[in-house]
């Protein structure tokens, strides 16, 4: 079993800027990967960014060069930087950590909303 808590959400004006932070504990050894969806109301979950255990990188076009994903393996936590916000980033945002086969695990979420 993993547990991810989620921090760092909050509400800023457009342009602005977050840091999100996901702390994994539990079997953090079976994590192969980590990383962030979210979802926006009436819209599907959507995939933001993943990090590997090799710090291998992947962003949704959408955030690409804005929000930059790293990893403290050492703390076994994730960092969402998130720049230059719009206000169609407004969503909740769940980190998620996959251990393999179908198994993610998931944080409770937190709202992040960018003013106009």
């Known amino acids: 079993q993993v547990q991810l808590v989620e921090s760092g959400g909050g509400l800023v004006q457009a342009g602005g800027s977050l840091r999100l932070s996901c702390s994994a504990s539990g079997s953090t050894f079976s994590i192969k990967s980590m990383g962030w969806h979210r979802q926006a109301p009436g819209k599907q979950r959507e995939l933001v960014a993943g990090?590997?255990?090799?710090?291998?990188?992947s962003y949704a076009s959408s955030v690409k060069g804005r929000f930059t994903i790293s990893r403290d393996n050492a703390k076994n936590t994730v960092y969402l930087q998130m720049n230059n916000l719009k206000p169609e980033d407004t969503a909740v945002y769940y980190c998620?950590?996959?251990?393999?086969?179908?198994?993610?695990?998931w944080g409770q979420g937190t709202q992040v909303t960018v003013s106009s």
């Open positions: 990090i590997s255990s090799g710090n291998i990188t």
């Open positions: 998620y950590a996959f251990v393999g086969g179908n198994s993610n695990y």
